[in-house]
T-cell receptor, first 112, second 114 residues
Framework: GESVGLHLPTLSVQEGDNSIINCAYS??????FIWYKQESGKGPQFIID?????DKRQGQRVTVLLNKTVKHLSLQIAATQPGDSAVYFC???????????FGAGTTVTVRA | KAGVTQTPRYLIKTRGQQVTLSCSPI?????VSWYQQTPGQGLQFLFE???????NKGNFPGRFSGRQFSNSRSEMNVSTLELGDSALYLC?????????????FGEGSWLTVV
């Protein structure tokens, strides 16, 4: 079946730089997307979400971009900090399926 | 406001045994879903409950079951445990599974089957 996927399994970023994490999805019926951050030994933590009728949404140091034409989702983290080191997952909600479908995750490592 | 609470946090079981995991959703949330996370398979959907009704079930064998109570608390049960059931089991809650309703996760229950 269709699923959400991430372009890169790992990303190494210099502290202070901006990070961009990418995600491709294939289900055009998805109407809601969420980015989660998961630190070692913990559950996924909500970062930011976006509805399919939006192109961009900003939070504190994070921005999510949605390109429905190419079915692409990205998470931008400004001024990456050591505390941003974690695994990041994108997830889509399939309308009326009542579930999240997750990508494989991108491990972000911040270099001091 | 308290988050999603899962108990127990860690447990070790023997093959063939059964296990029950508990989840208390955020107050006011009526949707509770369960996910299994393993290094090899990632995050896989188990089932979702809303107002005590299971609305969707993932592709798992019948050994995996769940239920939701009238206070929205939920339990999942795995019978006849296999080594491959070792995983982090995550509970998530939301007011409703729909666009714009954020889904929050608990810290999970780490199950080791030996």
């Amino acid at each position: 079946g269709e699923s959400v996927g991430l372009h890169l399994p790992t990303l190494s970023v210099q502290e202070g730089d901006n990070s961009i994490i990418n995600c491709a999805y294939s289900n055009s019926a998805s109407d809601y997307f969420i980015w989660y951050k998961q630190e070692s030994g913990k559950g996924p933590q909500f970062i930011i979400d976006i509805r399919s009728n939006m192109d961009k949404r900003q939070g504190q140091r994070v921005t999510v971009l949605l390109n429905k034409t190419v079915k692409h989702l990205s998470l931008q983290i400004a001024a990456t900090q050591p505390g941003d080191s974690a695994v990041y997952f994108c997830a889509e909600i399939l309308s009326n399926d009542y579930k999240l479908s997750f990508g494989a995750g991108t491990t972000v490592t911040v270099r001091a | 406001k308290a988050g999603v609470t899962q108990t127990p946090r860690y447990l070790i079981k023997t093959r063939g045994q059964q296990v029950t995991l508990s989840c208390s959703p955020i107050s006011g949330h009526r949707s509770v879903s369960w996910y299994q996370q393993t290094p090899g398979q990632g995050l896989q959907f188990l089932f979702e409950y809303f107002s005590e009704t299971q609305r969707n079930k993932g592709n798992f064998p019948g050994r995996f079951s769940g239920r939701q109570f009238s206070n929205s608390r939920s339990e999942m049960n795995v019978s006849t445990l296999e080594l491959g059931d070792s995983a982090l089991y995550l509970c998530a809650s939301s007011p409703q599974i729909s666009s714009g309703n954020t889904i929050y996760f608990g810290e999970g229950s780490w199950l080791t089957v030996v």
